[in-house]
């Protein structure tokens, strides 16, 4: 499921995640399970007075999911066909080909001999000789038909007159193909007499474009209401899901078989197949060409940039990584109005969410190896049963009206968890853990979380022109001890629809005008931890036989939850019969209570003790803006511009850590959660290539004065930090449009980001120097001799650490534009339909991600909120073609 962040982040450490709400429950297993054929409507609550209501858990906005109920009176059955192609969304990174390969290399093997980090350097004769002789037996490889001493010559130069003994380097061909996903379904939907009724059926077989990512997905659903009496209404919705996955290693879990990252960094002379050193292919006993890993009777292996041992192609063939997912969402209800104004509304709901993996590693190339193949299965059974009741007060008397709620809800939470592995493999075929000689371990855990709230709120309209809102929550939480458990939160809401005013009669062209504002006060208790605030301790601390354990955490009784207040003032409006209407909001949202792990003194038996001590603010300006440029009987056309500035700070911190480092940010008041703090990149010395940084102050080792008086430094220990910018945007948004002409409809949506920082660390790598690994084209504008003017530091295989080592070198502007979804729509004209029996009938051909554009090929910066890369599966671009009837 996609990360999604309402107004802002809400918190440091603590989850920023929305509150997911489906059918009026809380929702904690993955949307993605549920069918989207199925929702009836998706609704944001972002500001105070929506939000408060939902009181835990809501500080980072609410995400209510409505499903679909019958409706006609008549049956009414909708069949649905999709059938898509998938491929790589994002294009992969510039990278230097076969011929260029070697000549960099010589380059960065040369300078190492004539810049060595101690002693004497060699002339530059004679080391681009050395480098000339030796350069093959470090890159081992040589796919040419020249000798390992002819390859490169010692001006540096490719032999012309070398050619490829066989061509073989492209690893993305055979771990990339082309993805298909197919889609059919049905829902049959009506009322009979007093019920409605509603099922649907859906099934999903998704082939990745990456080898054995596979998807596969059974929805179904059921969904009754019943009117029993005139006062006595009472439902029930059943969701199922049943799902299977084969993936390959996209998360990042392990970045040597990671098929992103080992393709990307993979030199361009090695290939994927093994061949012999006079080129010809090295054969099994069944006449196929084996894969290249280096272990093969007359092949030899890759240096250490290229990942020796390893082939990403045939571990993923070898390996598996399997889940299966069984999910119900059930709910019920029973409502029963009373005494006229009184409907009293209880609520049940249940979340049953098991989860299954299975992972194995084999034997003959890889992890698996030295332990002769493992195998593991983890199982997770996760379980929510809520209850609400709600009483309900709904009156107007003259110019006046009154709506009142008042309820309870609890929930309860538990989570089974087991996982276990074995290793040493005993007959071939069987990765089941019986098949495995040694136990590598067994755990197991058992989480439960309690919730319990009470609820008010009341809404006042007078003339239908003034609008006050009051709601007041009190929530508990098993997250915190039983004196700090329960938390209060509220919200206060007004509103005021001026074009109602008499002296707004005379503006005929303004259909709406209406301002409003709120504040309220939210909760957030999702702190990573169910027992945060109990003293734990970890196990495993074994002397011997004798087991053993220790002291993890100390308690900590007084924390609390994390609070978000929201102010948010907006105003909403239409004009020209509504042809041109939207909505602008200010909100300024303030988290406090945030957690932080404060350094404890040497006498304690902990190092840290988290504690509420941190604040943080999110302000910003909202817009959407709803235009119908052309609005005819056969041609119609409208915009919706949608656009978010935000602006993020720091306010407090614990005071004995007023800086926190992480990466490639630091926080401090003042600064906001994702400045970056790097160091500070001057450039490339003309002299002899060096990279340059800032010096920091009181430097007076490796240092340089450049004609400014600026200090600067080689070493990258000695450089200067400092702030370089933000992750966050200056503005972000969508926009989209849709063209309809009489039967045919075009729409499209693209999402657009300007401003920010993204520190591109897959681009650094590409820059950085070693014996196998794959070089940025960008390394073609390297410096080679003194005098060139040129912002790419010398090949250096001895500093290439230093010289790429983290700085704002490698920030790079965050702005792209989405071509999110592109649709065209066919409607079948009626008087065709009603020969066939359909009430209606659309053909569309569709793309999502069509393309990303950015300040550099292969980045997506749109991969995370903080701005950074990482060994993540690379979005796809789908092209469907589907159907849809009604009758």
């Not at 809102?469 to 039983?482: E, I, K, P």
């Not at 450049?706 to 200056?730: E, M, V």
């Not at 972000?732 to 729409?747: D, H, N, R």
């Not at 009938?841 to 749109?862: D, H, T, W, Y």
């Amino acid at each position: 499921s996609a990360a999604l962040r309402i107004r802002g982040f809400g918190s440091v450490n603590a989850s920023s995640s929305p509150l997911y709400v489906v059918d009026g429950f809380p929702y904690g297993g993955f949307i993605g399970d549920i069918n989207t054929n199925d929702i009836e409507s998706i609704t944001l609550l972002k500001d105070a007075s929506s939000t408060a209501l939902y009181g835990a858990r809501a500080a980072n906005g609410v995400v209510l999911i409505t499903t679909k109920k019958g409706k006609a009176a008549l049956p009414k059955v909708n069949l649905f066909v999709n059938v898509g192609y998938s491929s790589r969304g994002i294009v992969e990174y510039d990278r230097v080909g076969t011929f260029d390969y070697y000549p960099l290399m010589w380059q960065a093997m040369k300078h190492g001999l004539m810049f060595p980090t101690s002693g004497t350097g060699q002339s530059e004769s004679v080391a681009a000789q050395n480098a000339t002789n030796n350069i093959a037996a470090q890159l081992i490889y040589n796919p040419f038909n020249v000798p390992n001493n002819q390859i490169v010559g010692v001006n540096g130069a490719m032999n012309p007159g070398a050619q490829l003994l066989y061509n073989n380097f492209d690893w993305y061909a055979p771990i990339e193909r082309n993805g298909a996903r197919n889609e059919v379904g049905f829902n049959i939907s009506g009322k009979v007499n007093k019920s409605d009724y509603f099922f649907s059926l859906n099934y999903v077989d998704d082939k990745g474009f990456v080898l054995k990512s596979d998807f596969q997905r059974i929805n179904a659903r059921l969904s009754l209401n019943s009117q029993v009496k005139d006062w006595l209404k009472t439902g029930v919705n059943l969701t199922s899901a049943i799902v299977k996955s084969n993936q390959a290693a996209g998360d990042g879990s392990n970045t040597f078989i990671n098929p992103f990252v080992f393709a990307r960094g993979m030199g361009p002379i090695y290939p994927v197949r093994a061949f012999t050193t006079n080129g010809s292919p090295i054969l099994d006993q069944f006449g196929n060409q084996y894969y290249d890993y280096g272990i093969h009777p007359g092949a030899v292996n890759r240096p250490a940039g290229a990942s020796p041992g390893r082939h990403v192609i045939y571990e993923t063939m070898l390996n598996e990584r399997l889940q299966n997912r069984n999910s119900i969402i059930a709910r019920t209800f029973v409502e029963a109005r009373f005494l006229k104004h009184f409907t009293f509304t209880a609520n049940a709901g249940i979340d049953l969410n098991n989860s299954s993996s299975q992972t194995f590693q084999n034997r003959i190339v890889g992890d698996g190896v030295t332990a002769g193949g493992t195998s593991s299965r983890t199982a997770d059974e996760f379980r929510t049963i809520s209850f609400n009741q709600l009483l309900n007060y709904n009156q107007s008397f003259g110019s006046h009206t009154i709506t009142a709620l008042i309820g309870h809800e609890s929930q309860k939470n538990n989570d089974i968890f087991f996982s276990g592995s074995r290793r040493g493999m005993n007959l071939d075929g069987n990765i089941e853990l019986t098949n495995f000689v040694i136990l590598n371990n067994v755990n197991g855990s058992l989480d439960r979380l309690r919730r319990e709230g009470y609820l008010s709120r009341i809404n006042y309209g007078y003339n239908n022109k003034y609008f006050v809102d009051l709601s007041y929550r009190r929530d508990a939480s098993s997250r915190f001890a039983t004196q700090s458990r329960w938390g209060n939160f509220y919200s206060a809401g007004v509103s005021w629809s001026v074009k109602r005013e008499t002296f707004m009669a005379n503006l005929k062209w303004l259909n709406e005008l209406k301002f409003r504002a709120s504040y309220g006060t939210v909760g957030n208790d999702e702190l990573g931890s169910y027992y945060q605030y109990q003293a734990l301790f970890g196990l495993g601390w074994n002397n011997a036989s004798e087991p053993g354990a220790l002291l993890a955490t100390i308690s900590t009784p007084e924390l609390t939850w994390e609070v978000n207040k929201t102010f948010n003032v907006g105003v909403e409006f239409g004009a020209f019969s509504n042809r041109i209407s939207g909505t602008i909001e200010y909100f300024d949202r303030g988290s406090s209570e945030l957690l932080f792990d404060v350094p404890q003194g040497l006498s304690s038996p902990v190092t840290t003790k988290t504690q509420n001590i941190g604040a943080m603010s999110n302000k910003g300006v909202e817009i959407q803006l709803n235009t119908d440029v052309i609005r005819s009987k056969n041609f119609n056309w409208d915009i919706q511009i949608n656009f978010t500035s935000l602006k993020n700070q720091i306010t407090k911190l614990p005071k004995e850590t007023p800086t926190i480092v992480s990466g490639t940010k630091r926080l401090e008041v003042g600064q906001d959660i994702f400045a970056f703090y790097l160091r500070r990149w001057y450039g490339v010395d003309p002299a002899d290539g060096a990279a340059l940084f800032y010096a920091a102050p009181g430097v007076t080792s490796n240092i340089r004065v450049n004609a400014k008086g600026d200090t600067l430094t080689t070493s990258p220990t000695n450089a200067a930090f400092h702030y370089a910018g933000s992750a966050i945007p200056k503005f972000f948004g969508s926009i989209a449009s849709t063209f309809s002409v009489k039967q045919l409809s075009i729409s499209f949506l693209l999402n657009y980001q300007v401003g920010g920082k993204f520190y591109d660390g897959n681009y650094a790598g590409l820059l950085g120097v070693s014996y196998g690994r794959a070089l940025h084209t960008d390394a073609l504008r390297a410096w080679k001799k003194p005098g060139d003017i040129t912002d790419i530091p010398r090949l250096d295989i001895n500093r290439s650490g230093d010289f790429n080592s983290q700085s704002d070198r490698f920030l790079i502007d965050a702005s792209y534009l989405n071509i999110r979804n592109v649709t065209i729509t066919y409607k079948i004209p009626k008087t065709l339909l009603g020969k066939l029996g359909f009430e209606q009938c659309k053909v569309f051909i569709g793309g999502e991600n069509l393309q990303i554009i950015s300040k550099r090929r292969g980045m997506n910066p749109a991969e995370s909120f903080n701005g950074t890369n990482s060994p993540v599966y690379v979005p796809n671009r789908l092209i469907n073609l589907g159907l849809n009837v009604t009758f």
